[in-house]
């Protein structure tokens, strides 16, 4: 069968590594790829975004399956567009890409169905989110409801960063219309955990468990990422485990009671404290490094599963881990997430030798292998423990050089 796989990240290189050892699968096509992507599969030149396009490609070149890996192209409507024309698609429709596009819409859903979350208000304007903030203890945190490319939460510790925040969304406009609406809600303590579910019909099929390390500096200090840094599993208590086990039943019955039709893969971020699990937001794709970071462990074939989602045959025996951890560093360009160069010349990827290299943001030009973005490369290692998946990982990525590289010292280590 012909796969194509949608984006041009480190998350898409990782479904089509997985996927390129489908016993299905003759060919892979890739909407962009990257350098890494290049070496395996075919990328062909269709932004993810150009939906009309890539229908056009779909259908001439009679693709089987259509993997999204980012969340514009879902919420632009994607999904629905190539139903409409009998192509099959992996991907929540636009109604049900709302759990990503509007955080606002997200706030609601899990406040009508009583699902735990953080206490909120949102606000369309300046001056009455600045009088509300009087409502709230430091931290806070505020969000744009829109995507903002993930950056648009910002933890304020004070009403100082939290008015300038708010000028900066509302008047000077930083995010454009996707800050047209913004949520304040209270600051979640505890630890961050990321669970990524297969949704078929509605019904939750969880992955494994997932650490994510989103602030740019050692410690979680910094501005927020998109991730820097995963590993897996991320344990849990067995309260944990129980009360997300009911987390999830009620997201189930809130989707029924919506009328919605999910399939596809639903992203939770949860924040747990003390064994109480609290939701921060939901994805509607693929989480991204923790997609690099899952697939390695998995050892069902991901076509199958995906085809078994989309026909409502899917069984929680279906999907088999290893056993083993798996720990993802993310090589940045310095400056990331802020500003940062692009077009360095990377080297050294031929001696690693015991980790698996995902592209999050490369491309080839004239034979030279560019960073083109602020995650640069994952370095994926796999072992019996989680403390020598972070020494191989460490190695190996001292062995790859290219002007202005960073990455945490700590990840794996908290």
């Given at each position: 069968?012909k ?11 990782a479904?089509a590594?997985k ?9 892979i096509?890739?909407?962009?790829g ?14 993810p ?36 024309n009998n192509?099959?698609?992996?991907g ?9 596009k509007?955080?606002k ?27 509300s903030?009087?409502?709230f ?36 406009k ?69 009360n997300?086990e ?6 189930e019955k ?5 009328k919605?039709?999910y ?17 921060l ?9 923790e ?11 991901l ?19 290893s056993?083993d ?10 400056g ?11 080297s ?12 999050n ?8 292998i560019?960073t ?7 370095i994926?290692?796999?072992?019996k423990t ?23 010292k700590?990840i794996?280590?908290?």
């Amino acid at each position: 069968m012909k796969v194509l796989i949608i984006g041009n990240g480190g998350r898409e290189h990782a479904l089509a590594w997985k996927i390129s050892q489908s016993k299905k699968v003759d060919q892979i096509f890739m909407a962009k790829g990257n350098a890494g992507t290049n070496s395996f599969c075919k990328n062909i030149n269709i932004e993810p975004t150009d939906i009309k396009s890539l229908v056009d490609f779909s259908k001439k070149e009679k693709i089987d399956l259509t993997i999204v890996g980012p969340e514009d192209p879902l919420c632009m409507g994607i999904v629905d567009e190539f139903e409409k024309n009998n192509l099959k698609i992996f991907g929540p429709n636009k109604e049900c890409a709302k759990f990503e596009k509007s955080k606002k819409f997200t706030k609601n859903f899990l406040e009508k169905y009583k699902i735990p979350t953080a206490k909120y208000k949102s606000f369309e304007n300046f001056d009455n989110a600045k009088n509300s903030l009087k409502e709230f203890s430091y931290p806070l945190v505020i969000k744009a409801d829109g995507l903002c490319l993930g950056k648009g939460v910002i933890i304020c510790e004070d009403e100082k960063k939290a008015i300038e925040t708010l000028d900066d969304i509302f008047n000077k406009k930083i995010f454009g219309d996707e800050g047209k609406t913004v949520v304040i809600e209270e600051f979640l303590k505890g630890e961050e955990a990321s669970l990524l579910c297969l949704v078929s019909n509605n019904k939750l099929f969880p992955l494994e468990t997932c650490k994510d390390h989103k602030q740019i500096y050692d410690g979680n200090k910094g501005p927020n990422t998109g991730g820097v840094g995963t590993y897996s599993p991320s344990k849990f208590s067995q309260k944990t485990g129980e009360n997300i086990e009911i987390i999830l039943k009620q997201i189930e019955k809130g989707l029924d009671d919506s009328k919605l039709s999910y399939n596809g893969i639903l992203f939770i971020g949860f924040m747990i404290d003390k064994d109480v699990p609290k939701i921060l937001e939901f994805n509607v794709r693929f989480g991204d490094p923790e997609t690099e970071t899952l697939m390695p462990r998995l050892e069902s074939d991901l076509v199958e599963i995906i085809e078994k989602t989309l026909d409502k045959s899917l069984k929680k025996e279906d999907i088999k881990w290893s056993d083993d951890y798996s720990l993802s560093l993310i090589l940045v360009s310095d400056g990331y997430p802020l500003k940062y160069e692009k077009n360095k010349e990377i080297s050294g990827l031929e001696d690693v030798k015991n980790s698996t290299i995902f592209h999050n943001g490369t491309k080839l030009e004239n034979g030279k292998i560019l960073t083109n973005g602020g995650r640069v490369l994952t370095i994926n290692a796999k072992a019996k423990t989680l403390e020598l998946a972070r020494k191989i990982a460490y190695n190996d990525c001292e062995k790859i050089k290219y002007e202005n590289k960073y990455y945490r010292k700590d990840i794996g280590l908290n």
